[in-house]
């Protein structure tokens, strides 16, 4: 039972602005810098802010069922904390090791960023040829700049919660003082005209972009997996949580428009970043690279942030005996899921292999395992309001059991864009291929560690 769950494993250091941070960090990322380009072309700049918008509200009524979960229930996992509680251990396992997925897939994909962004401002990445992914040619550099990222950042982690907040408190601020510039520049200087047309493809296009809206906003969950590393008022983490949500619609929302008012569809063509482009015609050549330097911090909040909170869901599992004893292993002086960081740094080490193809299959693959947990944890938060009322919510959602109906049908709704028949659907054979495999690591892994558990 929760009540029974330790504690004082972790160091509770996280405070206001470093869990603000954490989760705004992690939802903005870099694909502000380097996706803003095909969701104007798949939508417009209108259909784009149309489907963030609906997806963000869409994912604000999910994060007001973690909001009040996490307030109640501060235990480190999050989800299987939830899930576990309200369905027990099999559903648990499912809806973890789904969110899991999508975790572990913004981390690779992150692996995979890194270079695509550095081969924009270091000459020379594209030596050295090894091989081809889906018709792109994959380099020696290249994929050593990745691997070499995915060491440095799984021993950030490794080395504790407080330099890990640290890096990601200073990397935000300059994403936030870059983003700014930008949106101030392109409204200053920006043309309306530009904006025409203001929608592409109807409402297959605005489902296009919605698609990948649930891995653009996937972090604000990273809260609830780190809440025993929280140093906040049980209250106060569940308003954070919302905020962050808000800052980052508010975010997206804002670059397609700034990008949107720089150049029209012509203008688009054939370039790789167009986010950089856009500000390089407000500020110059200067401003185009500080806009690539932007995507770079991007890239390490985010993955920072999924290290943090995919250690700590895999550690949860272990420790219920739904994963191997080994990854719930805590570092004696780090006080980190030592075993677990290193299992997300080997996987995330493995992406850059695949070059950047690889980018587009982790997003779409990571985002059906989001919205799979998402769904599960509102159906955790409707079964708990019914089977525990008496539970201290600190932040206690208003109309619980409409919100929490909302957020059900949003995610259900979002799975089947995932799904066969769908214009967004998962592509075959590499997008379902992740998602089979990582099916069935998780049914062998889980099967070990049942067959291991020590009884009582």
Same mark, same amino acid.
């Given at each position: 039972?929760? /009540?029974?769950? !330790? ?23 870099? $694909?502000? %810098? ?19 918008? %609906? ?12 909001? /009040? ?40 994909? /992150?692996?995979?960023? @890194?270079?695509?962004?550095?081969? $924009? ?10 091989? !081809?992914?889906?018709?792109?040619? &994959? ?23 407080? =330099? ?47 698609? =990948? ?8 969950? &990273?809260?609830? !997996? ?38 029209? /569809? ?27 330097? #932007? ?6 909040? $985010? ?22 004893? $080994? ?86 709704? @979002? #799975? ?26 998780? #049914? ?13």
């Amino acid at each position: 039972m929760n /009540e029974q769950r !330790q504690t004082g494993r972790f160091l509770k250091v996280l405070g206001r602005r470093e869990v603000l941070a954490l989760a705004f960090g992690a939802m903005i990322g870099w $694909s502000w %810098v380097v996706l803003t380009g095909t969701w104007i072309s798949s939508a417009g700049v209108l259909g784009s802010i149309v489907a963030f918008l %609906v997806g963000g509200a869409g994912i604000a009524l999910i994060g007001l069922t973690y909001a /009040e979960l996490a307030s109640a229930l501060p235990f480190v996992g999050g989800e299987h904390v939830y899930s576990e509680r309200a369905l027990g251990a099999g559903a648990s396992f499912v809806c973890t090791w789904a969110i899991i997925l999508g975790y572990v897939s913004v981390v690779a994909f /992150e692996a995979v960023a @890194l270079p695509a962004v550095a081969s $924009s401002l270091v000459p020379g990445l594209d030596r050295v040829l090894l091989w !081809q992914v889906a018709g792109w040619d &994959v380099h020696l550099p290249w994929v050593l700049v990745g691997v070499a990222g995915a060491i440095v950042m799984t021993l950030i982690n490794v080395l504790g919660i407080r =330099m890990a907040a640290v890096v990601q408190s200073v990397v935000v601020l300059v994403i936030l003082v870059v983003g700014v510039l930008f949106a101030a520049g392109a409204l200053v200087n920006g043309d309306p005209a530009n904006f025409q047309p203001l929608f592409r493809e109807g409402t297959s296009g605005i489902a296009l972009v919605l698609v =990948m809206v649930p891995f653009m906003f996937v972090g604000f969950d &990273v809260i609830p !997996q780190a809440a025993e590393e929280v140093d906040l008022p049980f209250e106060d983490i569940g308003k954070v949580l919302m905020i962050s949500v808000s800052m980052a619609i508010a975010w997206y929302s804002l670059i397609i428009a700034g990008v949107g008012l720089m150049m029209d /569809e012509t203008a688009m063509r054939g370039v790789e970043i167009v986010t950089a482009e856009a500000n390089a015609l407000i500020y110059g050549e200067l401003g185009g690279k500080l806009l690539i330097v #932007a995507g770079l911090a991007g890239i390490i909040t $985010s993955w920072n942030a999924f290290l943090i909170g995919g250690s700590r869901a895999i550690f949860a599992l272990a420790e219920a005996g739904m994963l191997p004893a $080994s990854l719930s292993r805590i570092h004696p002086r780090f006080k980190t899921p030592i075993n677990a960081i290193l299992l997300i740094g080997v996987l995330s080490s493995i992406a850059p292999l695949f070059g950047r193809p690889a980018l587009v299959w982790l997003v779409d693959a990571g985002g059906l395992g989001i919205v799979v947990a998402y769904g599960m944890v509102a159906v955790s938060f409707l079964a708990l309001r019914g089977k525990e009322p008496e539970l201290a919510r600190p932040y206690r959602v208003r109309f619980g059991k409409t919100v929490g109906v909302l957020a059900l049908l949003v995610s259900m709704g @979002l #799975a089947l864009l995932y799904l066969p028949g769908s214009p967004a659907a998962l592509a075959w054979p590499q997008e379902w291929l992740i998602v089979i495999l990582w099916i069935a690591l998780g #049914a062998i892994l889980y099967a070990v560690a049942r067959r291991h558990r020590t009884p009582g």
